[in-house]
């Protein structure tokens, strides 16, 4: 492997897709059959680059530590792992935003503090403090939308796209708590051993960046 290229941390699927796209927009060059490819590490010489597929949550771990020069994360995981590192740009993609979910007709008990499941413990307990609500917190890794519909929690905490799969487990949105868009994050060591490099991709990716936002 070459030192001199960069590592770059990334969640496989539609993050992936959209940034590996917007790196070819930015002019790297990066082959066609790139998102096939079943490796969790991938390289491309043209490009001089080296991707590392992780789960989204790994993600900032891998550029903290070092083993990743750059990453693109989500806000959400970014707020809810709170790592050391960098945020150097918004990438503008895979848009989708936290809510507050709950059962129709659902009311808050008086003196109770309401149950809410999340995958984003951190994120919805800052959330719900600055509200002046508290509430308990219970960690889910998955099928968020389970917790109500079994007496697990009063409401839940999670990520909405198109709001499909809280309608089709029959659950409705009480609040909307802030957009979510992917962003380029960087080791703080790799941002000064490598600069050059990774200043080069911010340079080349905000034009392109700002087309895309203006095209839509």
Known sequence: MNNEWLTIAMPKGRIFDEAVELLRLAG??????????????????????????????????????GVCDVGVAGKDVLIEEERDVY????????????????????ERKKDIA?????????????????????????????SIELAPLVGLADR?????????????????????MMTITSRLIVNPVSYRM???AIDEMVTRLEPVIAKEETSE
């Open 87 to 106: 945020e150097l740009l918004d990438l503008q993609i895979s848009a989708c935003y936290m809510a507050v979910a709950a059962l129709p007709g659902y």
């Open 156 to 176: 839940i905490v999670d990520i909405v796209s198109t709001g499909q799969t809280l309608k089709e487990n029959g659950l409705v949105e009480t609040e909307e």
């Open 194 to 196: 490598k600069a050059a």
């Open 114 to 142: 309401p149950k809410v499941a999340t995958k984003y413990p951190n994120l919805a307990s800052s959330y719900f403090r600055a509200q002046g609500e508290q509430v308990e917190m219970i960690k889910l890794n998955g």
């Open 28 to 65: 790297y060059d990066l082959p066609p059959e790139f998102e096939e490819s079943r490796k969790l590490i991938i390289e491309s010489e043209s490009a001089g680059m080296r991707f590392i597929l992780a789960k989204p949550m790994d993600v900032p771990t891998y550029v903290e530590h």
